[in-house]
């Protein structure tokens, strides 16, 4: 199956910074061959959109305070916007013009154009570079968290010079120093999250280099790296080919290390592996065990003094495993059904030590384009949302409220009326599938500082429909949802969820009008934004959603038909102008939706503080979310099934899979005495008390007839798991910024485009459990990315 990219690109990068990168040839898509799907019952939307036109005084504030600019360039040019800093209002844009010709670098060049107060105004700073060509794929490297650090890779050719050049500066852009380098970037340049100075890239030699301040002189701390993640403190992972042989990725014979003081002394910790990944305090490694074996993965929790196997369900040689996400209490993975074409498989959790998986969720959605619509909802703990394939082809979304101890299909809008020719009428949320075809212009939108605010493009029937899809909005975290918005359209979450942006998406015809809502989406105020209409690619804002600024950005042909970009920012903050009080505010218990639980998710309540929605005011950039918890006593909905055992159809019972019991003595951890007794707490549950599940126990201990394995590295304590696995074992690991972020990279070190995705989803500030995953906002490097092995 393929599926039609959508020329606009936006990646989040790890470090606190928003790189948009658009490119020329827009608007005009060619059909692609996608896999036949069951007709299902698709609903048209029949809710009416709520909206209605500024009053003339609105519309002389925000005439007032809407900024243009163009910027001119020639055919096949790219354009991509870059954040710097949180709260300093600093952006960068790039304009890069490749030429045809056969030497890259004859014809071709670069703009550079910076803005300090929030993209009202632009100036071209390109002498502050010394008008170098600057790299279009990733170029711009912007500092974390509050950082004014900022490099620029220039792109130069290898052959005639023996190092690459690199522009740093320490004041958001202001002045740059210019760097010549031992060496040639291969990847972006990775910060470190608490040391400012200490710098880290891979480069096309294969060495990973190390500068320790912030650029002006580089060392290579090792030869022949595939792959760089950071840990915790000063701790660095990498896998490194001890021959340097260019397919050692391929053949299982990569060797992980980890320096902990930043490359001066190095430990070897496993051996013939394929990726590595940590997310979350664990660290996982694909192990071929033996030449010719299926591979396998191995877990520490520890940092790798120690690995485990994992305990997971078989997998054959035309499967694949996918890390989902994961935190230090629970990890998601996607075991791939069997078959050549499958393109689903089932979600397992793990308990708090990554070791032990039990099944979650069922013929789980993950197509051969790689593409899974897993979404982690930040604006309230423990939901996430995921399509489903079921047996007839139809696609159906459902979603957990309870970290994946059960799924349920999303309610029908309140405000959407299904029809008589259709049984079953719930909502279906667009996801990367629908994205990446070209069907939605964004997948799901939610942050951590609008509590319960999910923003998404969805279709309602009894499945996902192939239409062009409306815009829902649900306030209460995916109980309940309302249609907000007829169409695709680009949207942004501002003011902390105070404020809500969003135009229409049309690759037919040019857009003026921005809508904007100040009651989550319940109705619409319309304002046209400029007097000549361009065609649009998307909507930036500062991350965090804590800015009142927007810029809508696009393509506008100029009269003599050569093509110029436009960017119009709208500044809301003077029409919203009065600062929220006391009386603005509500105490909201959230799941509280819920009538069995009362609000009682993972063994506990919490009560938001948060903007009552006809409240029309400014959270303002000082606002921080405020929240009570509450213990609850522990409920059956508080136990999933243990390892070997999965919910009974007509129950809630865990039943023990048939024949488990005979594979029970190689199956077990010989480390502790950990007994299989059918039901385990939620990892992360904080009940207290109430019931106690019927306990089934099957003892796990040492084994006489447990067969040997090659052991990650000589020294490394084993746990006797079995399990098998295919040869195309995936670990995707998922970008979530500043939370845990992870950029794949192949070792190939031609320059090539990078395809960045449209994931605004994953914009917030905190991510999940930050407080327990400390160093999880550190850029990772997979350059042998398990992505190449299930393609």
Same mark, same amino acid.
């Given at each position: 199956?393929?599926?039609?990219? =959508? %020329?606009?690109?936006?990646?989040?990068?790890?470090?606190?910074?928003?790189?948009?990168?658009?490119?020329?040839?827009?608007?005009?898509? #060619?059909?692609?061959?996608?896999?036949?799907?069951?007709?299902?019952?698709?609903?048209?939307?029949?809710?009416?959109?709520?909206?209605?036109?500024?009053?003339?005084?609105?519309?002389?504030?925000?005439?007032?305070? =809407?900024?243009?600019?163009?910027?001119?360039?020639?055919?096949?040019?790219?354009?991509?916007?870059?954040?710097?800093?949180?709260?300093?209002?600093?952006?960068?844009?790039?304009?890069?013009?490749?030429?045809?010709?056969?030497?890259?670098?004859?014809?071709?060049?670069?703009?550079?154009?910076?803005?300090?107060?929030?993209?009202?105004?632009?100036?071209?700073?390109?002498?502050?570079? /010394?008008?170098?060509? +600057?790299?279009?794929?990733?170029?711009?490297?912007?500092?974390?968290?509050?950082?004014?650090?900022?490099? !620029?890779?220039?792109?130069?050719?290898?052959?005639?010079?023996?190092?690459?050049?690199?522009?740093?500066?320490?004041? %958001?852009?202001?002045?740059?120093?210019?760097?010549?380098?031992?060496?040639?970037?291969?990847?972006?340049?990775?910060?470190?999250?608490? /040391?400012?100075?200490?710098?880290?890239?891979?480069?096309?030699?294969?060495?990973?280099?190390?500068?320790?301040?912030?650029?002006?002189?580089?060392?290579?701390?090792?030869?022949?790296?595939?792959?760089?993640?950071?840990?915790?403190?000063?701790?660095?992972?990498?896998?490194?080919?001890?021959?340097?042989?260019?397919?050692?990725?391929?053949?299982?014979?990569?060797?992980?290390?980890?320096?902990?003081?930043?490359?001066?002394?190095?430990?070897?910790?496993?051996?013939? +592996? $394929?990726?590595?990944?940590?997310?979350?305090?664990?660290?996982?490694?694909?192990?071929?065990?033996?030449?010719?074996?299926?591979?396998?993965?191995?877990?520490?929790?520890?940092?790798?003094?120690? $690995?485990?196997?994992?305990?997971?369900?078989?997998?054959?040689?035309?499967?694949?495993?996918?890390? !989902?996400?994961?935190?230090?209490?629970?990890?998601?993975?996607?075991?791939?059904?069997?078959?050549?074409?499958?393109?689903?498989?089932?979600?397992?959790?793990?308990?708090?030590?990554?070791?032990?998986?039990?099944?979650?969720?069922?013929?789980?959605?993950?197509?051969?384009?790689?593409?899974?619509?897993?979404? /982690?909802?930040?604006?309230?703990?423990?939901?996430?949302?995921?399509?489903?394939?079921?047996?007839?082809?139809?696609?159906?979304?459902?979603?957990?409220?309870?970290?994946?101890?059960?799924?349920?299909?999303?309610?029908?809008?309140? /405000?959407?009326?299904?029809?008589?020719?259709?049984?079953?009428?719930?909502?279906?949320?667009?996801?990367?599938?629908?994205? &990446?075809?070209?069907?939605?212009?964004?997948?799901?939108?939610?942050?951590?500082?609008?509590?319960?605010?999910?923003?998404?493009?969805?279709?309602?029937?009894?499945?996902?429909? *192939?239409?062009?899809?409306?815009?829902?909005?649900?306030?209460?975290?995916?109980?309940?949802?309302?249609?907000?918005?007829?169409?695709?359209?680009?949207?942004?979450?501002?003011?902390?969820?105070?404020?809500?942006?969003?135009?229409?998406?049309?690759?037919?015809?040019?857009?003026?009008?921005?809508? $904007?809502?100040?009651?989550?989406? #319940?109705?619409?105020?319309?304002?046209?934004?400029?007097?000549?209409?361009?065609?649009?690619?998307?909507? %930036?804002?500062?991350?965090?959603?804590?800015?009142?600024?927007?810029?809508?950005?696009? &393509?506008?042909?100029?009269?003599?038909? #050569?093509?110029?970009?436009?960017?119009?920012?709208?500044?809301?903050?003077?029409?919203?102008?009065?600062?929220?009080?006391?009386?603005?505010?509500?105490?909201?218990?959230?799941?509280?939706?819920?009538?069995?639980? *009362?609000?009682?998710?993972?063994? &506990?309540?919490?009560?938001?503080?948060?903007?009552?929605?006809?409240?029309?005011?400014?959270?303002?950039?000082?606002?921080?979310?405020?929240?009570?918890?509450?213990?609850?006593?522990?409920?059956?909905?508080?136990?999933?099934?243990?390892?070997?055992?999965?919910?009974?159809?007509?129950?809630?019972?865990?039943? !023990?899979?048939?024949?488990?019991?005979?594979?029970?003595?190689?199956?077990?951890?010989?480390?502790?005495?950990?007994?299989?007794?059918?039901?385990?707490?939620?990892?992360?549950?904080?009940?207290?008390?109430?019931?106690?599940?019927?306990?089934?126990?099957?003892?796990?201990?040492?084994?006489?007839?447990?067969?040997?394995?090659?052991?990650?590295?000589?020294?490394?304590?084993?746990?006797?798991?079995?399990?098998?696995?295919?040869?195309?074992?995936?670990?995707?690991?998922?970008?979530?910024?500043?939370?845990?972020?992870?950029? *794949?990279?192949?070792?190939? &070190?031609?320059?090539?485009?990078?395809?960045?995705?449209?994931?605004?989803?994953?914009?917030?500030?905190?991510?999940?459990?930050?407080?327990?995953?400390?160093?999880?906002?550190?850029?990772?490097? #997979?350059?042998?990315?398990?992505?190449?092995?299930?393609?």
């Amino acid at each position: 199956m393929i599926w039609r990219v =959508t %020329a606009l690109t936006l990646l989040y990068s790890a470090v606190l910074s928003e790189a948009l990168t658009f490119y020329r040839p827009l608007f005009h898509q #060619q059909s692609r061959n996608t896999r036949r799907r069951r007709d299902s019952w698709a609903v048209t939307s029949n809710f009416v959109e709520c909206k209605s036109p500024v009053s003339p005084k609105e519309h002389k504030v925000l005439d007032t305070n =809407t900024y243009e600019t163009g910027f001119h360039g020639d055919d096949g040019f790219t354009f991509s916007l870059t954040w710097v800093g949180d709260g300093t209002g600093v952006i960068l844009v790039l304009s890069t013009v490749s030429s045809s010709l056969e030497s890259f670098y004859e014809g071709s060049y670069s703009r550079l154009y910076r803005s300090e107060d929030y993209g009202k105004a632009f100036h071209d700073i390109s002498h502050a570079v /010394n008008h170098t060509f +600057i790299k279009k794929d990733f170029g711009i490297c912007a500092g974390p968290g509050n950082s004014q650090q900022v490099i !620029l890779i220039a792109e130069l050719p290898t052959t005639h010079n023996p190092g690459g050049v690199i522009f740093t500066s320490v004041d %958001a852009g202001v002045t740059f120093k210019s760097v010549q380098l031992p060496f040639h970037p291969a990847q972006p340049i990775s910060f470190h999250d608490k /040391n400012k100075e200490c710098l880290l890239v891979i480069g096309t030699d294969g060495g990973l280099w190390l500068s320790q301040d912030f650029g002006k002189k580089w060392s290579k701390i090792h030869d022949g790296v595939y792959s760089f993640t950071w840990g915790p403190g000063n701790t660095l992972f990498f896998s490194y080919s001890p021959k340097n042989t260019v397919d050692a990725d391929k053949q299982g014979k990569l060797l992980l290390r980890r320096t902990q003081d930043l490359g001066r002394t190095f430990t070897t910790i496993s051996q013939n +592996i $394929f990726t590595f990944g940590y997310i979350g305090g664990f660290l996982f490694t694909s192990v071929l065990e033996k030449q010719g074996s299926p591979r396998v993965i191995y877990v520490s929790s520890d940092q790798g003094e120690n $690995f485990n196997k994992a305990l997971l369900p078989t997998a054959t040689s035309e499967q694949f495993y996918s890390l !989902l996400d994961g935190d230090e209490d629970m990890i998601f993975i996607h075991v791939d059904s069997p078959g050549e074409n499958s393109h689903f498989g089932t979600i397992y959790t793990s308990d708090d030590r990554g070791i032990l998986y039990s099944k979650s969720l069922e013929r789980h959605l993950f197509g051969m384009e790689r593409k899974s619509d897993f979404t /982690n909802v930040t604006s309230l703990r423990g939901v996430y949302l995921t399509n489903v394939l079921k047996k007839d082809g139809r696609i159906t979304t459902v979603i957990t409220f309870n970290k994946g101890g059960e799924w349920i299909p999303l309610r029908k809008p309140q /405000n959407v009326d299904c029809g008589r020719n259709v049984k079953k009428c719930n909502l279906h949320i667009h996801g990367e599938h629908c994205h &990446y075809s070209g069907i939605s212009p964004m997948v799901p939108l939610t942050d951590p500082s609008a509590v319960g605010l999910i923003i998404a493009h969805g279709s309602v029937g009894d499945s996902i429909s *192939a239409s062009k899809p409306d815009v829902y909005v649900s306030s209460d975290g995916g109980y309940n949802w309302i249609g907000t918005l007829r169409g695709p359209h680009f949207y942004s979450i501002l003011d902390s969820g105070g404020l809500l942006v969003a135009v229409e998406a049309h690759k037919d015809r040019p857009v003026h009008v921005i809508k $904007f809502s100040t009651d989550e989406g #319940q109705c619409w105020k319309t304002y046209n934004f400029t007097t000549h209409p361009f065609f649009i690619a998307g909507l %930036a804002s500062e991350p965090g959603s804590k800015t009142m600024n927007i810029s809508v950005f696009g &393509y506008r042909p100029d009269d003599d038909d #050569q093509p110029m970009w436009v960017a119009v920012t709208i500044d809301f903050e003077k029409l919203l102008t009065r600062e929220c009080g006391d009386e603005d505010y509500m105490e909201w218990l959230a799941h509280s939706d819920s009538s069995e639980t *009362a609000g009682c998710v993972l063994g &506990y309540k919490e009560t938001f503080r948060r903007l009552k929605m006809m409240s029309v005011c400014r959270n303002g950039r000082d606002y921080v979310v405020s929240k009570q918890q509450m213990p609850c006593p522990c409920t059956r909905e508080d136990y999933m099934c243990d390892y070997g055992y999965y919910h009974h159809e007509n129950s809630s019972e865990c039943v !023990l899979q048939e024949g488990f019991i005979d594979k029970t003595p190689k199956n077990c951890v010989e480390s502790d005495k950990h007994q299989i007794t059918g039901y385990r707490k939620i990892p992360s549950d904080k009940c207290e008390g109430g019931f106690s599940p019927p306990h089934q126990k099957i003892h796990c201990g040492n084994s006489s007839n447990t067969s040997n394995s090659t052991q990650p590295y000589e020294g490394t304590k084993e746990v006797w798991l079995q399990i098998v696995m295919g040869v195309s074992v995936g670990i995707v690991l998922l970008a979530i910024v500043v939370a845990v972020a992870v950029t *794949a990279h192949r070792r190939k &070190y031609s320059q090539r485009s990078t395809a960045y995705r449209f994931s605004a989803l994953q914009l917030h500030e905190d991510g999940p459990n930050m407080e327990s995953a400390p160093n999880s906002n550190r850029a990772s490097y #997979q350059e042998g990315s398990d992505d190449d092995l299930i393609e």
